[in-house]
C-alpha cells in the first residue's frame, strides 16, 4: 500500500543489477511510492540486459556510468536532470565488489592491485559521486543520499575480506562529506548497515550460507529482507528524516547489539562434543 512517501520527488539509483538486488527492490518501492528516477550501473552489468525490466516496470531511463569515473559520473548527473526536469531529491548508492574475493584471495595475501580497484569500486566512488553532485550543484536544498553498508566495517567477519576496509571507508566518508554537505545544502548522508542478504553480491562471499544462518539466529527480529531494507531506505529519502544524517544506521533485526543468543548457544552446544580438541 502506498503512502505517497516520495510523491513529486526525483531521484537517481545506482546499483539495481537484478531482482535480488537491495537496489531493484529499492526503485521499485520508490516507484510505488510517487517518486521519478533514472536507473544506473556500469556498463558491463547493464549489458545482462535485466535493468531493462525495471526500467519498463517503474518507467525509468537508464544510464550506463562507470562510477569510478569522474566523467561517467558527471555526465550521468548532468543527464539525469535533463531527464528528469530539474535537480534531484535522493541518490543511492548501492555498489560494492571486491576482485580479490572473487579470486577467493585470503586477507593476508591479497593482491593489492585488486585491493585498490576494491577501494574504489566499493568506497572512492561514493565520494566521487558527492564531489561531482556537490560541483554539479546537482542536488536540491535538503536532498537525501544513501549508501549500503555492513557491519564488517567494525567488527571481523571471517570471509568478508577487503570488503570490511571499503564499508569502513565508505562510512567515513558518511560522516565527512555529511557535514560539508550539510552545512552548505542541508543534504543529509547516511549509510544502511544491513543483514546479511541473499544478492548476487553477497552470495560471493565465502561462508556466505553460514554467515547468513548465524546472524538470523542471532538477531531478535531475524535477518532483515531487501525488500525491508527498502522499506527502511525510503524513510530516509522522506521528509520524515529531515535532520538524520552522518549517521550508520544499522538495519539488522538486532544483531548489531547481541553478543549469544539462546539459538545460537543451542546450535554451539549441540556440536561441541563433535569437535576436535584443538579448535
Not at 566523467?71 to 560494492?96: A, M, R, T, V
Not at 553498508?149 to 567515513?172: C, H, P, V
Request: hydrophobic share 40%.
Amino acid at each position: 500500500m502506498s503512502h505517497h512517501l516520495l510523491e513529486g520527488k526525483k531521484g537517481l539509483i545506482f546499483g539495481a543489477l537484478n531482482d535480488k538486488s537491495i537496489a531493484w527492490k529499492i526503485a521499485e518501492k520508490a516507484h510505488e511510492e510517487g517518486a521519478v528516477f533514472v536507473l544506473s550501473n556500469a556498463p558491463f552489468a547493464l549489458r545482462l540486459g535485466e535493468i531493462d525490466q525495471l526500467a519498463e516496470k517503474t518507467g525509468s531511463k537508464v544510464i550506463a556510468a562507470d562510477a569510478t569515473s569522474l566523467e561517467d559520473l558527471e555526465n550521468l548527473l548532468i543527464q539525469s536532470q535533463d531527464i528528469l526536469g530539474g535537480k534531484i531529491d535522493f541518490l543511492l548508492h548501492s555498489i560494492g565488489m571486491s576482485p580479490n574475493v572473487r579470486k577467493k584471495k585470503s586477507y593476508d595475501d591479497l593482491d593489492y592491485r585488486y585491493f585498490l580497484q576494491t577501494l574504489d569500486i566499493s568506497a572512492l566512488s561514493f565520494h566521487k559521486m558527492l564531489q561531482a553532485a556537490k560541483k554539479l550543484d546537482a542536488l536540491n536544498d535538503y536532498a537525501s543520499v544513501v549508501a549500503l553498508s555492513y557491519i564488517a566495517s567494525q567488527r571481523t567477519f571471517y570471509g568478508y575480506n577487503d570488503m570490511a576496509d571499503a564499508k569502513a571507508l565508505l562510512e567515513s566518508i558518511v560522516r565527512s562529506f555529511g557535514y560539508i554537505y550539510g552545512r552548505s545544502k542541508g543534504v543529509r548522508v547516511n549509510s544502511i548497515s544491513q543483514s546479511p542478504t541473499m544478492t548476487t553480491a553477497g552470495s560471493g562471499v565465502r561462508g556466505f550460507d553460514g554467515l547468513f544462518d548465524y546472524a538470523n539466529r542471532i538477531s531478535p527480529l531475524g535477518n532483515a529482507s531487501a525488500e525491508e531494507c527498502a522499506d527502511y531506505c525510503l524513510t530516509l529519502f522522506s521528509d520524515l528524516t529531515r535532520k538524520v544524517t552522518m549517521q550508520n544506521l544499522f538495519h539488522d533485526g538486532g544483531f548489531s547489539s547481541m553478543g549469544m543468543s539462546e539459538r545460537a548457544m543451542g546450535v554451539y552446544n549441540k556440536n561441541l562434543d563433535t569437535l576436535p580438541e584443538e579448535w
